[in-house]
């Protein structure tokens, strides 16, 4: 068996993360550690003048970007999870205090639109006038003034605005969750429908508008199956396909700061890969595939469109982020998010298939514990959050350590999930609680049919709807795991939409089609009130202050299951919300999650440090 990775090296704080160019080209904004909490640090590309320029001692910093102009550093930070996000900017130079420009008490703040060629302005979403609806704000990225630019007209969803900055389309959805797509010639006409799109057809993404206005480019998969980057025409409503697979969606697309026009798109199969939209680009595009390791994203682009700032995720080493000049067509490392993880012997990830008791093909990825034979080995069943989400191949330290600890881990991308066209995502819908169980039980038999796994030691683990995917998993097939762990998960369907945030409300017809709109469906597929059934050992994990699944959705299952004595242990943290983002409460959490299965499955533990005793958390 390979060396131990201690938890420190995996889930510690990285050394430096998530770095974004200047406008100009010459600096990065990152993240990194101050006073063990990640923070805003900047560095002029090819000096060694590092320094931090923003930080909250409360809570780590998990975003950096630049104003239009490259005079501020800014970031969006809630307060203890709560998820209200304000705008704050700081100074490169780290010599004056970072200020919240949107100090609105209650408001949740998200970026519009930022044009590097616009310095003096960047379009802003907020809630401030009404915490259901999201309206567009011009906002001073210097002073922080702001001045409403585009009232919500009470159902709009997103907004998109033009290369002037103008906001001229928003989708809408309707109760039946159809949408539309509606436009304005200018921000002194009226709104007008330009395009319809069943329920089926999913929410349209609109990415932006073509140079002269007359197109509006989108991510759709109305009229095929899979999302499709196209462009239509604001006038007629008739659209163009730029891009697109018959199977996968298309998820990313690239534009020039410079000209505003769309350079690539991404669609991830089992890997990314990029489609390049315009031909000028497509030696780049060469050059860092033959340069840069593993999968590929662009990151973020000068004002010039010659400076990139390009990421690199390989599966068994850590991601590492690198620029590229395009004018000499050559990338530089700029370094590694966990270099230390390197020096440890990682586990491969392999994306596999198996066929659902139903016939339908579920794809994921199976990673296997290096140095052991893959024979009747200990498996965690990892479910992805959302469900609207899917995993992805790259290193991911939740994997890794449960890889290192000898087990085998499967991350099922269940129907329901993303990536992989309507009708594989539609086939999820009322079915939280039947085929999307059974495609998790149905991964489980892949794993025992291969000779991988033992039956007898199989958990089921995920947050979010992974959490809830593991309450329902416990509760309706007591016999077919040997014990769970829920994140944040909910285990009362009709609670939950009854508690979801209020600015998720022009969304809200999605959560009803998918989930159910009957108190009958949900509460048939509510793992709540099957908890008596409940026979395998549950540990779970809340955020008190979370405002997606409430501490409320934890709370009432752990009473019942106390209430007939099943084993169930509790854990809450007061300063977190929707996940745990504080490192410190993810220490703890990791080490009781390590003892827990390895009580339950055997597999191998680092016992616990002085600072990640869990009993005072313990409910």
């Not at 406008?23 to 909490?37: E, K």
């Not at 030691?457 to 995920?462: D, W």
């Not at 309706?476 to 016999?479: C, K, V």
């Given at each position: 068996m390979t060396e131990l990775i201690p938890r420190s090296v995996l889930f510690g704080n990285p050394e430096k993360t998530l770095p974004a160019l200047s406008?100009?080209?010459?600096?990065?904004?990152?993240?990194?550690?101050?006073?063990?909490?990640l923070s805003v640090w900047v560095r002029t590309l090819g000096r060694d003048d590092d320094h931090v320029v923003a930080s909250d001692a409360a809570r780590p910093i998990r975003n950096a970007f630049w104003s239009p102009g490259g005079d501020r550093v800014m970031y969006l930070q809630?307060?203890?999870?709560?998820?209200?996000?304000?705008?704050?900017?700081?100074?490169p130079a780290g010599i004056e205090p970072a200020v919240d420009l949107t100090p609105y008490e209650g408001a949740r703040v998200a970026v519009q639109s930022i044009d590097y060629c616009r310095p003096d302005v960047m379009l802003i979403a907020m809630n401030r006038r009404d915490p259901q609806l999201f309206d567009i704000y011009r906002l001073d990225p210097v002073t922080g003034s702001a001045t409403l630019d585009t009232e919500n007209p009470g159902t709009v969803s997103s907004f998109a605005d033009d290369v002037t900055m103008t906001v001229r389309a928003g989708v809408i959805q309707h109760e039946d969750a159809s949408t539309e797509i509606i436009v304005r010639d200018d921000a002194g006409s009226?709104?007008?429908?330009?395009?319809?799109?069943?329920?089926?057809?999913?929410?349209?993404m609109?990415?932006?508008?073509?140079?002269?206005?007359?197109?509006?480019?989108?991510v759709t998969s109305a009229g095929a199956n899979a999302a499709r980057l196209v462009s239509f025409d604001v006038a007629t409503g008739t659209l163009e396909e730029l891009a697109g697979d018959s199977e996968y969606d298309v998820s990313d697309v690239q534009f020039s700061p410079r000209t505003k026009t769309p350079i690539a798109a991404s669609i991830v199969r089992d890997r990314t890969e990029w489609i390049v939209l315009d031909p000028d680009y497509a030696d780049d595009f060469a050059a860092l595939a033959a340069s840069v390791p593993g999968d590929i994203g662009v990151v973020s682009i000068d004002r010039d469109d010659r400076v990139w700032l390009v990421s690199s995720q390989l599966d068994a080493g850590s991601p590492s982020f690198w620029s590229y000049d395009r004018s000499t067509r050559r990338a530089v490392k700029l370094f590694a998010t966990r270099p230390s993880i390197d020096a440890y012997t990682l586990a491969e990830m392999t994306p596999i298939e198996y066929t659902a008791r139903d016939g339908l093909t579920i794809r994921g990825y199976l990673t296997l514990p290096a140095g052991v034979p893959p024979q009747r080995l200990p498996a965690i069943m990892l479910v992805h959050g959302g469900p609207w989400a899917r995993d992805t191949w790259g290193f991911n330290s939740t994997v890794q350590w449960l890889a290192n600890r000898g087990y085998a881990v499967l991350q099922p991308n269940f129907r329901g999930s993303t990536g992989y066209g309507k009708a594989f995502l539609n086939a999820g819908d009322r079915a939280w609680a039947t085929t999307m169980r059974t495609d998790l039980l149905d991964a489980k038999a892949f794993l025992v049919a291969q000779g991988i796994a033992d039956p007898l030691?199989?958990?089921?683990?995920?947050g979010s709807y992974g959490g809830y995917a593991t309450l329902t998993a416990l509760a309706?097939?007591?016999?077919a795991f040997a014990c769970g762990i829920d994140i944040v998960g909910p285990s009362n369907l009709s609670t939950l939409l009854a508690s979801i945030p209020p600015y998720w409300a022009t969304l809200r017809a999605t959560f009803t089609r998918r989930m159910g709109d009957t108190e009958e469906l949900l509460a048939a597929q509510s793992p709540l009130h099957r908890a008596s059934e409940i026979r395998a050992p549950l540990l779970i994990g809340q955020g008190a202050n979370d405002p997606r699944v409430k501490i409320g959705e934890s709370d009432q299952i752990v009473h019942a299951m106390r209430e007939r004595k099943l084993e169930v242990e509790y854990v809450v943290f007061d300063d977190e919300g929707?996940?745990?983002?504080?490192?410190?409460?993810?220490?703890r959490f990791n080490a009781a999650v390590e003892k827990f299965l390895a009580d339950h499955l055997g597999g191998r533990a680092q016992p616990a440090g002085p600072d990640e005793a869990i009993e005072p958390y313990l409910r």
């Open positions: 406008p100009d080209g010459t600096q990065i904004a990152y993240l990194a550690p101050h006073d063990d909490v809630d307060s203890g999870g709560d998820e209200n996000f304000h705008l704050f900017a700081a100074d009226p709104w007008r429908t330009m395009a319809r799109f069943d329920p089926d057809d999913g929410t349209p609109v990415a932006g508008f073509t140079l002269d206005g007359g197109g509006l480019l989108a030691r199989v958990a089921i683990m995920g309706y097939e007591p016999l929707h996940g745990f983002a504080r490192p410190e409460n993810a220490k």
